[in-house]
């Protein structure tokens, strides 16, 4: 059922992004989305596929994330079998028929998540409650929100900059059609609004049952955690420090020790009873249909792997002697090298698959400091107070609670997991590169540039006659 479901769906949204004649007839074999989507048990196991496309190699099982690390100059290309993966993302030098993949996973996700959040009135039963549905709801809200929140900040320039400029098409049904792009202040409102209603009406203590890994499944404190980020890029200071207030509050969570966040053991471990700073991850396995095998992250960073992603001097510089944060990097002998090791696997036979963090607690500590540094106010807590909760455990020292610092510390904290390039967009700072050998017209790449906003896919704009492609393209 449950590949079915993934299939039927995702077959759906290619007529929301694609042409036409890219359906195909639905197999006599395969159940119709009218069946799968009719009761409780069908809408449950479609909700559960709507999260596999976030483990593609386009967006959180590589590509998104060390896109962000190689543009934003904390990572640089080092492939030791020159396999040429990443040469793109690093050089800036993206067109229209090499730019992200995000695009097709993200609104496959969207349409997968519409079906459900469309198909759940009246399915009450004598067993079936309507909480049990908002919690569905819930789930594939925060999806969509998710969904939409990572192609605006892919495809469009940051909200803080342009909140008239071109989004991406908000897509709230699933159906054939050729949408024009909203505005990125509208793909904003409408991520808020999903957000905000999941939040009202999953229930407090909602935990999916018969996952392997339940850190990757929505839980309210996921979608407090997400709204936090998002009014982080909004710019709105006061609601970002509220919610991540209520995360830190809930007491579910606690910090990764020096000892823990310096292992690599930590990051490889399935989470599935230790969370601890985990909120929200993406759980990546080999049977999965969405698993990019020799090009999944592990792969990536791997000196003994692909290897095409290491970690730039610029960023291993910052670590001051002491700080477990810089222990997270390998060596390979014969190489001046250095990897992440925050993505060391679970298995010891490649493809290695992962537990991929997509919102921790220490990023919820780092955004209200932000928040109050920026004018927000929170009784009892001050900025300098949730900087000292990072340094004190990461065994460095203790830092001013100024702007620069916070940015300083967030892109030491938060590396290699798909943050910096994005702060340095919302807050118009510029890419500077000192450790860097690709094209040397983008070595360093200016704030504002038509540049951050990353092309339209080609067969998008060609198939769609309402689709505007970004400048400069």
Request: net charge negative; hydrophobic share 35%; charged share 20%.
């Amino acid at each position: 059922m449950k590949k079915i479901a993934i299939y039927s769906l995702a077959a759906l949204s290619l007529g929301l992004v694609s042409c036409e004649n890219f359906l195909t007839e639905e197999p006599s074999t395969e159940q119709s989305n009218e069946i799968t989507l009719s009761d409780y048990e069908g809408l449950n196991k479609a909700t559960l596929g709507v999260y596999a496309p976030l483990y593609s190699g386009s967006w959180y099982g590589a590509g998104f994330v060390l896109s962000c690390e190689l543009r934003s100059g904390n990572a640089r290309r080092a492939s030791l079998l020159s396999s040429g993966r990443y040469t793109t993302e690093y050089s800036w030098t993206y067109s229209d028929a090499a730019t992200s993949g995000l695009w097709s996973y993200a609104y496959y996700t969207i349409a997968a998540a519409n079906n459900v959040i469309n198909n759940l009135e009246g399915k009450e039963t004598a067993d079936v409650s309507t909480q049990d549905l908002n919690n569905l709801k819930a789930e594939c809200l925060f999806l969509r929100a998710l969904s939409h929140f990572d192609m605006l900040r892919t495809y469009a320039q940051p909200y803080t900059y342009q909140p008239n400029g071109l989004g991406v098409p908000v897509i709230l049904v699933s159906e054939i059609g050729t949408p024009a792009r909203n505005t990125v202040a509208e793909g904003f409102n409408q991520v808020v609004a999903d957000l905000t209603e999941a939040e009202s009406i999953i229930a407090a203590d909602y935990v999916r049952s018969g996952v392997t890994d339940v850190y990757f499944t929505v839980t309210k404190e996921a979608i407090q955690a997400l709204l936090s980020r998002v009014y982080l890029y909004m710019g709105e200071w006061q609601k970002c420090a509220d919610y991540a207030t209520k995360v830190i509050n809930s007491g579910k969570f606690s910090m990764f020790t020096a000892e823990e966040f310096g292992n690599p053991d930590t990051w490889g471990v399935n989470t599935a009873t230790e969370g601890k700073e985990i909120i929200f991850e993406v759980f990546g396995s080999t049977k999965s249909d969405y698993n990019p095998y020799w090009e999944e992250i592990s792969d990536m960073v791997d000196p003994e792997g692909y290897a095409d992603v290491a970690a730039s001097q610029d960023l291993i510089g910052l670590y001051a002697a002491g700080d477990v944060r810089g222990l997270l990097f390998q060596g390979y002998e014969g190489y001046s090298y250095q990897w992440t090791l925050k993505y060391p696997g679970k298995e010891t036979s490649r493809p290695t698959t992962n537990n991929i963090p997509v919102l921790r607690l220490s990023e919820m500590y780092l955004n209200r400091a932000e928040a109050i540094v920026r004018g927000a106010s929170v009784s009892g807590v001050t900025a300098a107070a949730d900087l000292k909760v990072i340094t004190s455990n990461r065994g460095a020292a203790d830092v001013t609670a100024s702007l620069s610092n916070v940015l300083l510390e967030r892109r030491k904290e938060l590396a290699f997991e798909g943050h910096y390039i994005y702060d340095l967009a919302r807050t118009g700072n510029s890419v500077v590169r000192t450790d860097y050998d690709g094209a040397e017209a983008t070595r360093n790449v200016d704030f504002p540039s038509y540049r951050w906003a990353l092309p339209i896919p080609r067969h998008e704009v060609d198939c769609n006659p309402n689709m505007v492609q970004n400048e400069g393209y």
